[in-house]
C-alpha cells in the first residue's frame, strides 16, 4: 500500500537519488545538483513544499509544490521509481 506524507530530512538521499534517476532518462527543468543536495535550504526554507510517495515505507516517488501566487502553484521535481509503476503499490 502506498501513501504520500510531507518531506521529512530522512527522504532527502532518496529524493536526491530519484530525481538523478529521473532527469538522466528524462532531462527537463534547470535543477543544479547543490539543490537536490540541499531540499531544505533550496526549496523548503523558501516557502515551498517536497511530498513523498511511500510503499512500505520506501521512498517510490517525489513532487515539489511551488507557490506562484496567492491561488497558483507550479508542480515541479516529479519523481517515481520503477517499483511505484507497478502494481507492487497498489
Not at 4 to 11: D, G, K, N
Not at 41 to 65: E, K, P, R
Request: glycine share 8%.
Amino acid at each position: 500500500m502506498w501513501r504520500s506524507i510531507y518531506f521529512r530530512p530522512e527522504h532527502a538521499k532518496r529524493f536526491v537519488a530519484l530525481n538523478r534517476e529521473t532527469r538522466e532518462v528524462q532531462p527537463h527543468g534547470v535543477v543544479r545538483g547543490e539543490q537536490l543536495a540541499d531540499p531544505q535550504a533550496h526549496f523548503l526554507n523558501s516557502g515551498n513544499q517536497i511530498y513523498v510517495a511511500l510503499c512500505d515505507g520506501n521512498v517510490i516517488g517525489t513532487c515539489a509544490v511551488i507557490p506562484r501566487s496567492v491561488d497558483a502553484f507550479e508542480l515541479g521535481l516529479w519523481t517515481i521509481s520503477a517499483r511505484g509503476l507497478t502494481n507492487d503499490c497498489s
